[in-house]
């Protein structure tokens, strides 16, 4: 089936600096991309949208200038976490939608855990 | 690398009838959660697992994981229109990672 990758696997980093996770479609191409944040035993909380070639749509409360998301390519999303505090500590999910005719799915990654100390 | 086969892909039922998914991995896991995405949706967590053998249930949901720690199944008891949408697994390696299964998705016959 259909690989969706994420990098880095896990991070940690000084309060204040920034952080970029990308995340891959390795065999098909993805116009869309979601990224979550995922807290213990909870649901993927849906972050953003992202759409090659455009502007990322985010959820409401997710500050867009605090979470950039760059989608350069059929293949490529990346999600920079700017100034990272302590509370911004999570794991962070992406996945890929995958079009094939009439027929969607859609793939995720293996997550990202970032530690912000 | 780390795999986990879920099946069946697609399972088509008649109201009322039961529902069962199961989940294979390659490696012996930390854990494993389970997610409903219904159509047009998001995935919703519905439980984690952490123990060999262990069996949980919600209401028609039956959860379970191996004694191994490498295979889990759902099943759902007398299906309703509800339940409709992909069932996901995910299982929790020994680095933290979630290998996620491919999902299958639970249609109920008009």
């Known amino acids: 089936g259909a690989v969706v990758s994420q990098h880095p696997s896990w991070v940690i980093c000084k309060s204040g600096t920034s952080v970029k996770i990308e995340c891959r479609s390795l065999?098909?191409?993805?116009?869309?991309m979601f990224w979550y944040r995922q807290f213990p035993k909870q649901s993927l909380m849906l972050m953003a949208t992202?759409?090659?070639?455009?502007?990322?749509?985010?959820e409401q409360g997710v500050e867009k200038d605090k979470f950039l998301i760059n989608h350069a390519s059929l293949t490529l999303s990346t999600l920079t976490v700017t100034s990272a505090h302590p509370e911004d500590s999570s794991f962070y999910i992406c996945?890929?939608?995958?079009?094939?005719?009439?027929?969607?799915?859609?793939?995720f990654g293996p997550g990202t855990r970032l530690t912000v100390l | 690398g780390q795999q986990v086969m879920q099946i069946p892909q697609y399972q088509h039922v008649q109201e009322g009838e039961d529902f069962t998914t199961y989940c294979n991995s390659s490696?012996?896991?930390?854990?494993i959660q389970w997610y409903k995405q219904r159509p047009g949706g998001h995935p919703v967590f519905l439980i984690q697992?952490?123990?060999s053998g262990e069996v949980k249930k919600q209401k028609r949901l039956t959860f379970q994981f191996g004694e191994a720690k490498k295979n889990s199944s759902l099943h759902i008891t007398a299906t309703q229109t509800t339940d409709v949408g992909t069932y996901f697994c995910?299982?929790?390696?020994?680095?933290?990672?979630?290998?996620w299964g491919a999902g299958t998705k639970l249609i109920i016959k008009p």
């Open positions: 490696t012996t896991l930390s854990n």
């Open positions: 995910a299982g929790r390696d020994s680095n933290y990672q979630l290998i």
């Open positions: 996945s890929a939608f995958k079009r094939e005719g009439r027929h969607n799915e859609q793939f």
């Open positions: 992202s759409n090659e070639g455009s502007k990322a749509t985010y």
């Open positions: 697992l952490v123990k």
């Open positions: 065999d098909f191409q993805a116009t869309t």
